[in-house]
């Protein structure tokens, strides 16, 4: 006769290890999405600052060409704006670095953000 390994588990560690091996790819699926948002929203955030800075530094300079703004308040709306266009290229480089030098690669993956981003509020609405 064979000696068979003799495995015994309770229903409890059954449980807890279907819960475990079903539930790990649903988690890092979301974890990469999670992850892509993170990476799109800086984006974004940073692209809003650098415009709203540059406007900014704009009307600052019109301002002082008339009279109205003085250099240091040029200067430092200058500083604002350069300082916002490097966090812009460095949310650039992430999402570059994310996804490679591949054009096409980048392209999908900001139509699928956008059509995820347009999903998402029709899908709170079912529920």
Do not use: C
Request: charged share 30%.
């Amino acid at each position: 006769m064979r000696d068979f390994w003799r495995v015994q588990f309770r229903l409890r560690t059954l449980l807890l290890a279907m819960l475990i091996l079903g539930a790990s790819p649903w988690l890092v699926v979301r974890y990469f999405e999670w992850r892509e948002n993170e990476l799109w929203n800086a984006l974004e955030t940073a692209k809003t600052q650098r415009d709203a800075e540059i406007t900014n530094w704009r009307a600052i300079y019109d301002g002082m060409q008339v009279g109205d703004a003085s250099d240091a308040q040029e200067s430092d709306a200058r500083s604002r704006y350069f300082a916002a266009r490097a966090q812009t290229e460095l949310a650039v480089k992430r999402v570059h670095s994310h996804y490679g030098s591949n054009e096409d690669a980048l392209i999908k993956a900001a139509e699928r953000r956008k059509s995820r981003k347009a999903q998402s509020p029709a899908q709170s609405m079912n529920k």
